[in-house]
């Protein structure tokens, strides 16, 4: 489950290119969008589409994005969950 933390962090700052962020400043709870990591909806979009490159994990429900999206933890719980 950290390794999958870990790789999502890495995603986040590689292809949705956050910058000056490293993945220990990235808290499996800090929220993804708003105060937290600062996302906003592009990079929601963005973010369906790397989950689905990287792990084959669909997100077509925008209320399951919003549950799966609030913290790294929830999406970690989310592709494991979701993963065939």
Same mark, same amino acid.
């Given at each position: ?8 962090k890495h ?5 949705? =290119?956050?910058? @000056?962020?490293?993945?220990a +400043?990235i808290k499996?709870?800090?929220p993804? #969008?708003?105060?937290?990591?600062? /996302?906003?909806s ?10 689905? =490159?990287?792990? @084959?994990?669909?997100i077509? +429900? ?5 549950k799966? #999206?609030?913290?790294?933890a929830? /999406?970690a ?5 979701h993963?065939?």
């Amino acid at each position: 489950m950290e390794d999958l933390k870990e790789k999502l962090k890495h995603i986040l700052i590689d292809e949705i =290119k956050l910058q @000056g962020i490293t993945p220990a +400043d990235i808290k499996d709870d800090m929220p993804l #969008f708003g105060d937290g990591l600062g /996302l906003d909806s592009l990079d929601a979009v963005e973010l369906v589409v790397l989950i689905q =490159k990287h792990f @084959g994990v669909q997100i077509s +429900d925008m209320e399951e994005g919003k549950k799966a #999206f609030t913290s790294i933890a929830n /999406l970690a719980d989310y592709i494991r969950e979701h993963q065939a």
